[in-house]
T-cell receptor, first 116, second 117 residues
Framework: AQTVTQSQPEMSVQEAETVTLSCTYD???????LFWYKQPPSRQMILVIR??????QNATENRFSVNFQKAAKSFSLKISDSQLGDAAMYFC?????????????FGGGTRLMVKP | DTGVSQNPRHKITKRGQNVTFRCDPI?????LYWYRQTLGQGPEFLTY????????KSRLLSDRFSAERPKGSFSTLEIQRTEQGDSAMYLC???????????????FGPGTRLLVL
């Protein structure tokens, strides 16, 4: 079974600075997707960024980028120029690519606090 | 596109009562997922539908839980004889899956928060 681990329950960053959230996963599959989702307080979960395992290039979305290390099974999220609106729970998630169901397996989350 | 909606947003019930939640996915989405999220944890998969067919159920989904998607549009999740351990946020997500198209993203609703007293 696949597992996703986020070892940082809480992180704090000063506004305008950069922060990196860590995620490791365990799988025997070779082809899969990885995601970072953001869940603001009392609001719905939204997709921040996704990475296809077969792509060597790290995904980027504006201020958000990932460091995908397939051999190490590591998938960290870097947030540059942090903004107050970035404060939220961040969840790393895994999904197999070629299998019926495509359900997401989530990590336990990291609460990000942004200090003004 | 109004996004995924869920009703009710909050539900308080007494132990032993039955509750039903509703999820309305994004209109063209053929897949619908239910997840459960307990406080301070990540969501856990419960079940999913491809159109009206329920194709997979997690071991978390005990026989007190039943889900339906009768016409391949909205879905309901019913919990019978609720227990205090059922207290959680129940999340619904939808996606569009098409053979040969690998770009699938799950869009989440706001969730239904259940408190069993």
């Amino acid at each position: 079974a696949q597992t996703v681990t986020q070892s940082q329950p809480e992180m704090s960053v000063q506004e305008a600075e950069t922060v990196t959230l860590s995620c490791t996963y365990d799988t025997s599959e070779s082809d899969y997707y990885l995601f970072w989702y953001k869940q603001p307080p009392s609001r719905q979960m939204i997709l921040v960024i996704r990475q296809e395992a077969y792509k060597q290039q790290n995904a980027t979305e504006n201020r958000f980028s990932v460091n995908f290390q397939k051999a190490a099974k590591s998938f960290s999220l870097k947030i540059s120029d942090s903004q107050l609106g970035d404060a939220a729970m961040y969840f790393c998630a895994y999904r197999r690519r070629y299998r019926a169901g495509n359900m997401l397996t989530f990590g336990g989350g990291t609460r990000l606090m942004v200090k003004p | 596109d109004t996004g995924v909606s869920q009703n009710p947003r909050h539900k308080i019930t007494k132990r032993g009562q039955n509750v039903t939640f509703r999820c309305d996915p994004i209109s063209e989405h053929n897949r619908l997922y239910w997840y459960r999220q307990t406080l301070g944890q990540g969501p856990e998969f419960l079940t999913y539908f491809q159109n009206e067919a329920q194709l997979e159920k997690s071991r978390l989904l005990s026989d007190r839980f039943s889900a339906e998607r009768p016409k391949g549009s909205f879905s309901t999740l019913e919990i019978q004889r609720t227990e205090q351990g059922d207290s959680a946020m129940y999340l619904c997500a939808s996606s569009f899956e098409k053979t040969g198209v690998m770009d699938e993203t799950q869009y989440f609703g706001p969730g239904t928060r259940l408190l069993v007293l």
